[in-house]
């Protein structure tokens, strides 16, 4: 049918856990930001993972909300 499907796993990044609000989001945006870079699929899951964990380190959506910067240093730290 022209699909191609794979299963990979991918954990979750370590975060301390403050405030969930707004984690699903903030996974979502980075993940389609990453995606419309044209990042592979598993990189971009791993900056949707980055803006998540940095999100519920947060109080608030606002306070929360990450940089590009902010994301760069976090995934410079998960191995390859």
């Known amino acids: ?9 991918i ?3 370590p975060a301390k856990a403050v405030d969930p ?4 989001d903030a996974f ?16 971009a899951v ?4 980055a803006a ?3 999100m519920v380190e947060h109080h608030g959506v606002i306070a929360g909300l990450p ?3 902010q994301l760069e240093a976090r995934l410079s730290n998960v191995p390859a």
């Open 1 to 9: 049918d022209g699909a191609d499907l794979r299963r990979q796993r």
């Open 11 to 13: 954990p979750a990044l």
């Open 21 to 24: 609000t707004g984690a699903g």
């Open 46 to 49: 791993l900056w949707g993972c």
């Open 67 to 69: 940089t590009r910067a």
């Open 28 to 43: 979502n945006a980075a993940f389609a930001v990453a995606l419309g870079e044209g990042r592979p699929d598993d990189e």
């Open 52 to 54: 998540g964990a940095h």
